[in-house]
C-alpha cells in the first residue's frame, strides 16, 4: 500500500507565481506495524498547515515518521515548521551547513534553518543530515543524494554567491508578480516539436545541495528531487544504478521533475538515462511537477515535452492536490496529463 501526494504551494490568496513544494507519503513497511509516514519538504510557511491538514485528513494521524528539508529555499523549508509545532516527528532531515561552512550564516534565509532545527531539539526530534547511503524503514527510503563532499563544494560556491544571488531573486520575484499566467492549454500542439532541451548545467549551487530521495514500495520506485540539478540527478543516478540496478531493469513508476519543472535543472542525456531515450522508453513514468497556476516559466514546456518524448505520463499541480496510490479516495478522479506544448519559453 503507498499513498503520495503532491499538494499545491500557492500564495496565501492563490495569485503567487512562486512555485513551492509540499509532498505527504504514506507506505507500508515490512519491518514496523503501522504504514511509514514522510513529508518531504513543506512549501512557504501557511502550506504547512494545509500539509498538516492533509496528513491528519487522509492518513488518520498527526504522527510524522520523518521529515525529509531537501534545501532551504523559503518555498521547501518554511512550511516545515508548522509541521514540526503541530505533529509528533520520530526525525527530521536536513542539511546543517555550519557544520561544514564557517561563512554559512551569509545564506539567504538562514534564519528559517536555524529555526527549524531550534525546534526539532526543543521537542526531542532526531536530527539526522540526509546523504547518499543513508536509509530507513528497512531500506524502503534511500537518500541517493548529495554526497557529503559534493554538498560541501556546492555550499561553498552558493555562500560565496549569496548576496548576488538574494539581489537578483528579489528582482526576478517582484517582475514575476506583474506577470500574467500564460495558460498551458494556449500552447498545445498535435504533436511534440523537434526538441531544444540542452544539457547546460545552468541551475544554482543552492538548488545542486537538494536531497534527492528514493522511495521502494510493493516493486515501485519513487524519486523525489526538489530542486535538484544536473549534477546531483547525476550523482543520484549512479547511486540507484550501485543498490537497486540499471533504470532499464528497474524503471521508476514516479520522478519528480526538478524545481518545478525548470529547464535549467534537466537536459536529455540524464533524462535518457533516467527514463530512457526518446521513444524507447523503461517505463511509462508518471511526471509530477509542483508548479503554481500562476507561473508563466513553471513548468517549461521544454521539460514537460521532454518528459513526454519519454513516454513519461506528465501532470503538474497547478494549484491542486495530486496523488498518486494503491486503492481509491471517494470524491478523487482521474486528471488530464499535459500533452505536447510549444517549446518556446517565456
Not at 526525525?91 to 561552512?101: C, D, I, T, V, Y
Not at 549551487?205 to 537538494?210: E, F, G, L, V
Not at 520506485?221 to 528497474?250: C, H, K, Q, W
Amino acid at each position: 500500500m503507498y499513498e503520495v501526494d503532491f499538494l499545491p504551494v500557492e500564495n496565501e490568496d492563490g495569485d503567487s507565481s512562486k512555485s513551492g513544494d509540499a509532498i505527504a507519503l504514506r507506505f507500508t513497511v515490512a519491518t514496523q506495524s503501522n504504514p511509514a509516514v514522510v513529508v518531504v519538504d513543506g512549501g512557504f510557511g501557511p502550506v504547512g498547515d494545509a500539509l498538516v491538514d492533509h496528513v491528519e485528513q487522509y492518513y488518520g494521524t498527526s504522527n510524522i515518521d520523518l521529515v525529509i528539508s531537501t534545501h532551504p529555499d523559503t518555498d521547501h523549508i518554511n512550511g516545515l515548521i508548522k509541521v514540526l509545532e503541530r505533529c509528533q516527528v520520530g526525525e527530521l532531515m536536513m542539511h546543517l551547513p555550519w557544520l561544514h561552512n564557517a561563512s554559512a550564516s551569509s545564506l539567504g534565509n538562514y534564519e528559517k534553518i536555524v529555526q527549524l532545527y531550534d525546534l526539532a531539539v526543543e521537542k526531542g526530534v532526531t536530527v539526522t543530515e540526509p546523504f547518499t547511503g543513508t536509509a530507513r524503514f528497512g531500506e524502503a527510503l534511500r537518500i541517493l543524494g548529495p554526497s557529503k563532499g559534493f554538498y560541501e563544494e556546492q555550499l561553498a560556491e552558493a555562500v560565496a554567491a549569496a548576496s548576488e544571488t538574494a539581489a537578483l531573486s528579489a528582482r526576478s520575484f517582484g517582475a514575476t508578480l506583474l506577470a500574467k499566467a500564460t495558460k498551458l492549454l494556449e500552447r498545445t500542439r498535435s504533436l511534440f516539436p523537434v526538441e531544444t532541451l540542452t544539457d547546460a548545467d545552468e541551475t544554482s549551487a543552492r538548488n545542486k545541495m537538494s536531497v534527492v530521495t528514493l522511495v521502494q514500495v510493493d516493486g515501485e520506485n519513487f524519486m523525489l528531487t526538489g530542486d535538484a540539478g544536473i549534477p546531483t540527478l547525476n550523482e543520484a543516478a549512479e547511486e540507484y544504478e550501485r543498490v537497486v540496478g540499471p533504470f532499464s531493469s528497474y524503471p521508476l513508476t514516479l520522478f519528480q521533475a526538478p524545481h518545478h519543472g525548470s529547464h535549467r535543472n534537466l537536459g536529455p542525456a540524464i533524462l535518457d538515462r533516467i527514463l530512457g531515450p526518446k521513444d524507447a522508453a523503461f517505463n511509462s513514468t508518471l511526471a509530477l511537477i509542483s508548479s503554481a497556476k500562476a507561473s508563466e516559466k513553471h513548468p517549461s514546456p521544454k521539460v514537460t515535452n521532454a518528459l513526454g518524448r519519454r513516454g513519461a505520463i506528465v501532470a503538474a499541480t497547478e494549484g491542486r492536490t495530486i496523488t498518486h496510490m494503491t486503492g481509491h479516495r471517494d470524491g478523487w478522479g482521474p486528471i488530464t496529463p499535459i500533452g505536447p506544448l510549444e517549446e518556446e519559453d517565456l
